[in-house]
């Protein structure tokens, strides 16, 4: 198992087009984590789930945003009629039940 | 509402020297604290991390300090190595379990260990 890993590393789209992301989280931990980062700042909490169910998700999330993590393996966020404000590195990182965080080398989104 | 702050948005020190990173919090709930160290094109890397029950925490060259009274923790890296060079991140938890769940992190400080 090489780690986290994410898809793509760079996604550049025009306003208002939909985008998809995808995690791949190391295969034994049960928490996978959606955060977002801008320039200058920490990564920004977005959403998580311990298997298949999302328990949480920031009021950052709004309805344009949507994250899902079907069978408790893999994730997806996607980002529907994006906006400049979207543009942001996209992280992902997974954990065990009890344990630090492994995060992934991040998606960078450009919203042209 | 900046819940985790870390002022100083850069810092330099002599390789061999000491390093210390700093990081305040503000909110009462938080019990699990974490460091993360981030390199360019990179997601970060834990560090190392304290509970609330503990006021030091030591791993190599790497320590960690909690003054809950003060909302404060600190960094310690000895000594500092050019590898060492980095943004640092401070993050914490209101886990209430000791382990990592939701993080809220600072905004990091940029560390350059100077030959």
């Known amino acids: 198992d090489t780690g986290v890993s994410q898809d793509p590393r760079h996604k550049i789209t025009k306003r208002g087009q939909n985008v998809t992301f995808r995690c791949d989280p190391i295969?034994?931990?049960?928490?996978l984590y959606w955060y977002r980062q801008t320039l200058g700042q920490g990564p920004e909490f977005l959403t998580y789930?311990?298997?298949?169910?999302?328990?949480?998700k920031s009021r950052l999330l709004s309805d344009r945003f949507s994250a899902e993590r079907p069978k408790g393996s893999f994730s997806t966020l996607e980002i529907q009629r994006t906006e400049q404000g979207d543009s942001a590195m996209y992280l992902c990182?997974?954990?065990?039940?009890?344990?630090?965080?492994?995060f992934g080398s991040g998606t960078r989104l450009t919203v042209v | 509402d900046q819940q985790v702050k870390q002022n100083s948005p850069s810092l330099s020190v002599q390789e061999g020297r000491i390093s210390i990173l700093n990081c305040d919090y503000t909110?009462?709930?938080?019990?699990?604290f974490l460091w993360y160290k981030k390199y360019p094109a990179e997601g970060p890397t834990f560090l190392i991390s304290i509970s609330s029950i503990k006021d030091k925490n030591e791993d190599g060259r790497f320590t960690v300090f909690l003054n809950k009274s003060a909302k404060h923790l600190s960094l310690h890296i000895v000594p500092s190595q050019p590898g060492d060079s980095a943004v640092y991140f401070c993050a914490a938890s209101a886990s209430n379990t000791g382990t990592a769940s939701k993080l809220t992190f600072g905004t990091g400080t940029r560390l350059q260990v100077t030959l």
């Open positions: 295969s034994e931990h049960n928490r």
């Open positions: 990182a997974s954990s065990l039940a009890k344990g630090g965080y492994t």
């Open positions: 789930f311990q298997n298949e169910a999302q328990l949480e």
């Open positions: 909110n009462s709930m938080f019990d699990y």
